[in-house]
């Protein structure tokens, strides 16, 4: 099943509850511009009450590009600061919302991934990329500093790798990627459909409000030093043991019985 939501951004869907935006501006190497970050923003937006989905794939049309961030046509169209303060808190809290949604978020990743392209792929939970995807914070390159871009990219690689990719503007190869942190899996060019595809499948094959529910878990421990950490995730599952779907499924196991239908409870 496919629908297109609008130009900048493809909504596909498939059978297997798994959800794909694709960023549609090909010609501009995927460049987010404010038309496709508020496109995003409402996808997601609809996403998140949308209990059907159980995964959400990002991926980008054409051969040439993931993203190259801003679009610096777009940017350099006016020097006025509340225009590009709106653009950049929409583009902020369209990145945070992907922390927020209730499905697993995967960055598909070809080809080049910069900027706030790549800003994009560290605020995913997860991303798969091509053996021949690159990814650098080069907007220095061209003048500006990838500020918000650090914000993702920090927590994702640590400050030492990420002020180096944000001082230097250097592209590195998806091997030193997937070594920092910023990628979670890397597969051949040829194998990129169907690896992220297999992954997202499994993803939404398990308990969805179990994955739900400790996906928040994990982004908020995450946030806290190891003590709370441990307090908080100690709470976390002392509830979530509670909940249908773990009963049944340790009940299964404990009696050898196959895996349950899981309810979503
Ligand atoms: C907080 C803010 C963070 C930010 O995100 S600021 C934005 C920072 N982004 C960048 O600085 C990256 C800009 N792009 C580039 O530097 C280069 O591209 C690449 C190194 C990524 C690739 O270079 P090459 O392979 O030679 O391609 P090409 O000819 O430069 O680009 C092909 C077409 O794509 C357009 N394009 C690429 N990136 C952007 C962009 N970010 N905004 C607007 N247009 C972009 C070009 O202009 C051109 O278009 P045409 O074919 O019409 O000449």
Same mark, same amino acid.
């Given at each position: 099943?496919?629908?297109?939501?609008?130009?900048?951004?493809?909504?596909?869907?498939?059978?297997?509850?798994?959800?794909?935006?694709?960023?549609?501006?090909?010609?501009?190497?995927?460049?987010?511009?404010?038309?496709?970050?508020?496109?995003?923003?409402?996808?997601?937006?609809?996403?998140?009450?949308?209990?059907?989905?159980?995964?959400?794939?990002?991926?980008?049309?054409?051969?040439?590009?993931?993203?190259?961030?801003?679009?610096?046509?777009?940017?350099?169209?006016?020097?006025?600061?509340?225009?590009?303060?709106?653009?950049?808190?929409?583009?902020?809290?369209?990145?945070?919302?992907?922390?927020?949604?209730?499905?697993?978020?995967?960055?598909?990743?070809?080809?080049?991934?910069?900027?706030?392209?790549?800003?994009?792929?560290?605020?995913?939970?997860?991303?798969?990329?091509?053996?021949?995807?690159?990814?650098?914070?080069?907007?220095?390159?061209?003048?500006? $500093?990838?500020?918000?871009?650090?914000?993702?990219?920090?927590?994702?690689?640590?400050?030492?790798?990420?002020?180096?990719?944000?001082?230097?503007?250097? $592209?590195?190869?998806?091997?030193?990627?997937?070594?920092?942190?910023?990628?979670?899996?890397?597969?051949?060019?040829?194998?990129?459909?169907?690896?992220?595809?297999?992954?997202?499948?499994?993803?939404?094959?398990?308990?969805?409000?179990?994955?739900?529910?400790?996906?928040?878990?994990?982004?908020?421990?995450?946030?806290?030093?190891?003590?709370?950490?441990?307090?908080?995730?100690?709470?976390?599952?002392?509830?979530?043991?509670?909940?249908?779907?773990?009963?049944?499924?340790?009940?299964?196991?404990?009696?050898?019985?196959?895996?349950?239908?899981?309810?979503?409870?």
């Amino acid at each position: 099943m496919t629908a297109a939501s609008n130009e900048s951004v493809l909504l596909r869907r498939d059978e297997s509850r798994v959800a794909f935006l694709t960023l549609n501006r090909p010609r501009a190497m995927n460049a987010l511009s404010g038309e496709l970050i508020d496109a995003l923003q409402t996808e997601f937006d609809r996403l998140a009450g949308d209990a059907a989905i159980r995964c959400v794939v990002i991926e980008a049309q054409g051969d040439r590009a993931f993203s190259t961030g801003h679009d610096l046509r777009e940017v350099a169209s006016t020097r006025d600061y509340a225009f590009h303060h709106s653009l950049m808190t929409r583009c902020s809290a369209m990145m945070l919302s992907i922390g927020r949604l209730p499905q697993p978020v995967i960055a598909k990743v070809k080809a080049v991934a910069t900027a706030a392209g790549c800003q994009l792929v560290a605020a995913c939970d997860l991303a798969v990329a091509s053996s021949d995807a690159t990814f650098a914070t080069s907007g220095i390159n061209n003048g500006l $500093f990838c500020g918000t871009p650090s914000v993702a990219v920090g927590r994702n690689i640590g400050p030492k790798r990420a002020l180096d990719m944000l001082f230097t503007g250097t $592209f590195v190869d998806a091997a030193t990627a997937m070594r920092d942190g910023l990628v979670s899996r890397v597969v051949p060019a040829a194998d990129l459909d169907r690896e992220t595809k297999a992954l997202a499948e499994r993803i939404a094959s398990q308990p969805p409000q179990q994955i739900a529910s400790g996906k928040a878990m994990f982004r908020k421990h995450m946030e806290m030093n190891v003590e709370q950490a441990y307090a908080y995730a100690t709470d976390y599952m002392a509830g979530a043991i509670q909940r249908e779907d773990a009963q049944a499924g340790i009940d299964a196991f404990v009696n050898k019985r196959p895996k349950p239908d899981w309810t979503g409870k």
